[in-house]
């Protein structure tokens, strides 16, 4: 299976602040058809996970142009550039090139 | 909009199977589009893919459960369901439905998730 590393495990920022979390696989999330098929999601506190971004770098639908994902091969970062209140709960990765599907262990954002 | 609601008996004995739906509303269960998923975390932890099926029933399992789960879809009821045979405690966990994007049998991400259903495995 592809193991997913997420850090830090936690992080506490400041509102108005950048953060950055390094999403490490243990296998190429490089597809055969050229794509990279990496995804942040995140939960916030009481509720389901929401898909942030798709395919490293794709917003999802509705997602602020404050969140930003980056990386290729094994190695990817989600960027916040300004950090918001609304913006606490629990990352994860996750990826779906090779099964079983595998998500990182997640990493707690708080103010 | 579509939704996604999960069900189930919320405390499951030890050794027996441990049985969830998904159902879907306000929208289509058979879209060429989507599997539909069943992710696990435990009290605390992380997400844990369990299996997706399609509507034609086509399904994949996660490797570390596939001896125990079976994943079935009824689309005359618009529903998904999951059977989780011979629990332990390490089965204990809040159970989510979600749908996923697929495209010519590759999964994708998901995209909508229900609000999930409590498991306690406990005698």
């Known amino acids: 299976d592809v193991v997913m590393t997420q850090t830090p495990l936690s992080l506490s920022v400041t509102p108005g602040q950048p953060a950055s979390i390094s999403c490490k696989s243990s296998?190429?999330?490089?597809?055969?058809?050229?794509?990279?098929?990496l995804y942040w999601y995140l939960q916030k506190p009481g509720q389901s996970p929401k898909l942030l971004i798709y395919?490293?770098?794709n917003r999802f639908s509705g997602v602020p142009e404050r969140f930003s994902g980056s990386g290729s091969g094994t190695d990817f970062t989600l960027k916040i550039s300004r950090v918001e209140a609304d913006d606490v709960g629990v990352y994860y990765c996750m990826q779906s090139v090779h099964l079983p599907l595998t998500f990182g262990g997640g990493t707690k954002v708080d103010i | 909009h579509l939704q996604l609601q999960e069900s189930g008996p919320g405390l499951v004995k030890p050794s027996e199977t441990l049985s969830l739906t998904c159902t879907i509303s306000?929208?289509?269960?058979?879209?060429?589009?989507?599997?539909w998923g069943w992710i696990r975390q435990p009290p605390g932890k992380g997400l844990e893919w369990i299996g997706s099926i399609y509507y034609s029933g086509n399904t994949y399992y996660s490797s570390s459960l596939k001896s125990r789960v079976t994943i079935s879809v009824d689309t005359s009821k618009s529903q998904v369901s999951l059977k989780v045979n011979s629990v332990t405690a390490a089965d204990t966990a809040l159970y989510y439905c979600?749908?996923?994007?697929?495209?010519?049998?590759?999964?994708?991400?998901?995209?909508?998730w229900g609000q999930g259903t409590p498991v306690t495995v406990s005698s």
């Open positions: 979600a749908r996923q994007f697929s495209w010519y049998y590759d999964l994708y991400y998901f995209d909508l």
């Open positions: 306000g929208g289509s269960i058979s879209s060429n589009s989507h599997y």
């Open positions: 296998q190429s999330l490089l597809h055969g058809d050229g794509k990279t098929y």
């Open positions: 395919e490293v770098s």
